[in-house]
């Protein structure tokens, strides 16, 4: 009875370790992948990226595009002009600008822009009162009518608060080619003289 009972546990001694030992391997085996995948996560993971400085329109500097003329009108408005186009039939002319309130009240008097001719449809709140003069061949320009008898310019504009501004643009006939500056005048402000190029 003693032998068969120490055969009998030093068996299942043998077991238990047996089964011990394989545990401990299985325990080994899956360890090391785990920490190898975790090391390359750290590695390869993307840094994130750095949030952009958001767009600002706080002066006359940052009209994001060259600066032909600036004049001051009334109540601290500052016309920027942009740009001056020929189209490309050489027919007309296109001049984008901008419009901004460097004061610290609202300005409501977008009115007076648009000229005193009654015949212009919505003319009141719009550039219909710009033109263009060809000093050199004493001609001015008025801006072109669409159909309806409204102007080709900026219109639906509306009081400025301070701080704001807003782009805009009118269309005039064209000059003759050789003209290569012209007067661009806008009711309250100065004389600006912008350049003007040939046809593209």
Known sequence: MTIRNSLRTAGVLATSTLALALTACSADDTSAPQKDRA????????EPEQPSAPDRTTGPDDVGDRVLAQVTGRDSIVLTITGVERSASGKSVTVSATLKNTGTKGFFGISAYGGTDASITGRMHSLAGATL??????????????????????????????GEMVPVFAQFPAPPDNVRSVDFQLPTFPNATIPLGAAR
């Open 133 to 162: 003069t060809d000093t050199a061949n004493s001609l001015r320009y008025y801006v072109l009518r669409d159909t309806a008898g409204g102007c080709l310019c900026s219109t639906a504009l509306r009081a400025l608060d301070a």
């Open 39 to 46: 090391s390359e996560s750290r590695t390869t993971a993307p």
